[in-house]
Nanobody, 120 residues
């Protein structure tokens, strides 16, 4: 699976952005899709995932503000980010896994990352 993340940019605190992750190659619908982020000087952290059946899971830091979805017909996953905070500033990565997991090491494929910057 090849993954291409897009949609990052600059937003003001309280604003919204929607990230997309386009997949090609193997059958997209067979993979759990996750989003991770990495801020400068920090380790990569889990943000959210959506399973093959549509179940979702969010990190506590984004719960209630972010939503994740997928369109298997378009081979694309989305991360809708609302009520953005400066601490959401990071490079966001999408990833695909054959397992239901929040652990970065268990993801098989990774996109290149897209920068999200939230100004106060």
């Amino acid at each position: 699976v090849q993954l291409q993340a897009s949609g990052g940019g600059l937003a003001q605190a309280g604003g919204s952005l929607r990230l997309s992750c386009a997949a090609s190659g193997r059958i997209f619908s067979r993979y759990l899709m996750g989003w991770f982020r990495q801020a400068p000087g920090k380790e990569r952290e889990f943000v959210a995932f959506i399973s093959r059946t549509g179940s979702t899971y969010f990190a506590d830091s984004v719960k209630g503000r972010f939503a994740i979805s997928r369109d298997n017909a378009k081979n694309t996953a989305y991360l809708q980010m609302n009520s953005l905070k400066p601490e959401d500033t990071a490079i966001y990565y999408c990833a695909a896994s054959s397992r239901d997991t929040r652990m970065a090491r268990d993801y098989d494929y990774w996109g290149q990352g897209t920068q999200v910057t939230v100004s106060s």
